[in-house]
């Protein structure tokens, strides 16, 4: 029988975890606990996923060993504050806050030897389908660091990087979302343009994009193979592709990438 993991805060990041938590059995639902002030979100986690939860902070680290902090980055400090007299050495904490580094962590509790898991997921762990990044102080041991994987495998894919990677990972996975939601959007509206119904130009819209992803996964071909098989000499694909070449369409990419990743960088200074 596993131990309990707890939760503090129960937002949409929180309910991802433990829905694929639950679906992938690695947790039972009498092991999962959550510490959530708002009182629609507990009843809304306990009506759904059939979990305790709780108002106050200090009961999920009295009962749990894994403890995932939830939290938005701006009350992170305030949390770890309150809880710091629970926290114990036997504690593995996993945030998926952005943009704080590790040492923010150890420097708010006051205890060298807490054991720290930082993570970077995305938004679309909310359909499992998720892409985490994952890095940890040396207080945690290869195990534990096995443990964290496990939980957000249940959500996705996961890499282990060396902290210093996690802003580039912010840059790329954690925002890349806004970036492909951004893109299908441009393509309904240039579809309704050109005369389809919003209805018909999101069906293709989405599809494209989800055939697309899954043609390059099964295939194994690289993007550029897959891209060439697209357009022939003359048609309509290579006419379309000339117009992103010429506005820099991958140079645009990689600057919103940077971008980005700056952001983090500066968002990690101002722990």
């Given at each position: 029988?596993?131990?309990?993991?707890?939760?503090?805060?129960?937002?949409?990041?929180?309910?991802?975890?433990?829905?694929?938590?639950?679906?992938?059995?690695?947790?039972?639902?009498?092991?999962?606990?959550?510490?959530?002030?708002?009182?629609?979100?507990?009843?809304?986690?306990?009506?759904?996923?059939?979990?305790?939860?709780?108002?106050?902070?200090?009961?999920?680290?009295?009962?749990?060993?894994?403890?995932?902090?939830?939290?938005?980055?701006?009350?992170?400090?305030?949390?770890?504050?309150?809880?710091?007299?629970?926290?114990?050495?036997?504690?593995?904490?996993?945030?998926?806050?952005?943009?704080?580094?590790?040492?923010?962590?150890?420097?708010?509790?006051?205890?060298?030897?807490?054991?720290?898991?930082?993570?970077?997921?995305?938004?679309?762990?909310?359909?499992?389908?998720?892409?985490?990044?994952?890095?940890?102080?040396?207080?945690v041991s290869d195990k534990e660091l096995r443990l964290a994987e496990e939980i957000f495998l249940a959500v996705g894919e996961v890499v282990i990087l060396d902290e210093v990677?996690?802003?580039?990972?912010?840059?790329?996975?954690?925002?890349?979302?806004?970036?492909?939601?951004?893109?299908?959007?441009?393509?309904?509206?240039?579809?309704?343009?050109?005369?389809?119904?919003?209805?018909?130009?999101?069906?293709?819209?989405?599809?494209?994009?989800?055939?697309?992803?899954?043609?390059?996964?099964?295939?194994?071909?690289?993007?550029?193979?897959?891209?060439?098989?697209?357009?022939?000499?003359?048609?309509?694909?290579?006419?379309?592709?000339?117009?992103?070449?010429?506005?820099?369409?991958?140079?645009?990419?990689?600057?919103?990438?940077?971008?980005?990743?700056?952001?983090?960088?500066?968002?990690?200074?101002?722990?």
């Amino acid at each position: 029988m596993k131990q309990h993991i707890g939760f503090i805060g129960g937002g949409q990041m929180a309910e991802a975890l433990i829905k694929g938590i639950l679906a992938s059995g690695l947790y039972s639902k009498s092991n999962i606990l959550v510490s959530e002030p708002n009182d629609y979100r507990r009843e809304h986690l306990e009506s759904t996923y059939l979990i305790k939860t709780f108002q106050n902070n200090h009961a999920i680290f009295e009962k749990s060993k894994v403890v995932i902090l939830a939290v938005k980055p701006q009350t992170m400090k305030a949390v770890l504050e309150n809880c710091r007299s629970v926290i114990e050495p036997h504690h593995i904490l996993i945030t998926v806050a952005a943009g704080l580094p590790i040492s923010f962590y150890i420097k708010t509790i006051g205890k060298k030897e807490t054991k720290i898991i930082r993570v970077m997921p995305n938004t679309p762990a909310l359909v499992l389908e998720g892409a985490s990044a994952l890095s940890k102080n040396d207080n945690v041991s290869d195990k534990e660091l096995r443990l964290a994987e496990e939980i957000f495998l249940a959500v996705g894919e996961v890499v282990i990087l060396d902290e210093v990677h996690l802003d580039a990972v912010t840059g790329l996975s954690g925002s890349g979302p806004a970036y492909v939601f951004s893109f299908v959007e441009a393509l309904v509206d240039a579809g309704v343009k050109m005369g389809l119904t919003r209805v018909i130009s999101e069906k293709l819209a989405m599809q494209t994009v989800a055939g697309s992803v899954k043609l390059l996964r099964e295939s194994g071909e690289h993007p550029a193979a897959l891209r060439g098989k697209v357009t022939s000499p003359g048609d309509t694909a290579i006419t379309a592709l000339h117009v992103l070449e010429k506005v820099g369409f991958h140079g645009i990419i990689m600057d919103i990438v940077e971008s980005a990743v700056l952001r983090s960088k500066e968002l990690g200074k101002m722990e």
